[in-house]
């Protein structure tokens, strides 16, 4: 008893993750009762407490917690570097440590699953749009390839009748973008590889300002698909895609379709590399331009960092029911595939 008393709050908290973990093996209930029950109420207070900020909250946390984790980490260090540590009081102070450590830990991933991460368990797309996301053959590839690639040189060409800048699509760098908030973290966000996140605990969608204009558009759909609860990466690609459909803005649709593109592309390349290469040289002169400076941006910022963070987002996925990590962004084209070739005309 005494024991429960002193660590009720890890108990209360692993209770709660026993429940938490029996409530998300039935994606039906977590669709009827989470996704469509409770978390609009959660996401529509997120949005109307601190939406309204004209920078995000969520990165100032961040970096809060980042400064004191330090602080704390570092007196950590001091008091086992200590004289006192090899003694009775010092251990008992770091099972303290230790299992303060555990509840803070378990509460915060409470906390990630009730404000958000439930949404990873809900139904999937095919079962929510009604079709089979089966493997594409070799010959649908090609087919819904060359169908992207006529819809993005269409959209460059509206893009090029229009009177924006077309060399730095001055326009497109907000367009869809009321929403999402700029990442404070500027230019750090280019070393680290990523072009928008969602702050599950502040309800905040970020975008990386910094990246190429061409590709803020689509990115923008996609954090803010991801901040309506789809939490899969392929689910907010292929949702951020039918927001292209319904939009009538060309920046984004552009945007969409080429970021579909690509990822048909590259799937079709590795059963016919010819086909894909031809699709690639028959892109608009807009396109190609835009992929160019896309390749020589991730080179001038790839390294350790993006590494690092490439292969720590990939545990984060497979954690959270993704089992194909960073290649969960391609089952979004299947899904976009099968959704068209479905829907009536």
């Known amino acids: 008893m005494k024991l429960l008393k002193t660590h009720k709050p890890l108990f209360v908290a692993v209770l709660l993750i026993i429940f938490a973990q029996w409530f998300m093996r039935s994606d039906q209930r977590v669709e009827h009762w989470y996704a469509l029950g409770v978390y609009p109420y959660i996401s529509g207070l997120l949005q109307f407490s601190l939406g309204w900020i004209p920078f995000s909250v969520g990165d100032l946390f961040y970096c809060a917690v980042i400064i004191w984790a330090a602080l704390r980490l570092w007196k950590f260090a001091l008091g086992i570097l200590g004289k006192e540590f090899g003694n009775r009081g010092g251990k008992e102070r770091l099972l303290r440590c230790s299992m303060r450590l555990l509840t803070l830990m378990a509460w915060v991933w409470l906390a990630f699953h009730v404000l958000w991460g439930f949404n990873y368990y809900r139904k999937s797309i095919p079962d929510q749009f009604g079709f089979v996301a089966e493997r594409p053959s070799q010959q649908e590839l090609l087919q819904f390839s060359q169908y992207l ?40 966000g280019n ?98 331009k835009d992929l160019k400076s896309y390749r020589a941006f991730v080179k001038k910022y790839q390294g350790p960092i993006d590494e690092f963070t490439t292969w720590f987002y990939t545990k984060f996925l497979r954690l959270n029911n993704q089992p194909e990590g960073m290649y969960s962004y391609n089952r979004g084209m299947v899904y976009v595939m099968r959704y068209l070739n479905k829907k009536p005309a």
């Open 149 to 188: 690639l006529n819809e993005t040189n269409r959209y460059a060409i509206e893009l090029n009748d229009s009177p924006l800048d077309i060399p730095a699509h001055g326009n497109c760098s907000t367009a869809g973008n009321q929403h999402p908030k700029a990442s404070l973290f500027g230019v750090i």
């Open 191 to 288: 070393y680290m590889g990523y072009g928008g996140y969602y702050n599950p605990f502040t309800g905040e969608a970020q975008i990386n300002t910094h990246m190429p204009a061409f590709m803020l558009p689509f990115i923008a759909v996609h954090e803010k698909a991801h901040q309506l609860g789809y939490a899969k990466e392929s689910e907010a690609n292929f949702m951020g895609y039918l927001a292209a459909l319904q939009s009538a803005d060309s920046c984004l649709k552009y945007a969409a379709n080429l970021e579909m593109f690509i990822y048909a592309n590259n799937a079709l390349r590795r059963s016919d590399s010819v086909a894909a290469r031809n699709n690639f040289k028959a892109l608009s002169p807009i396109a190609i």
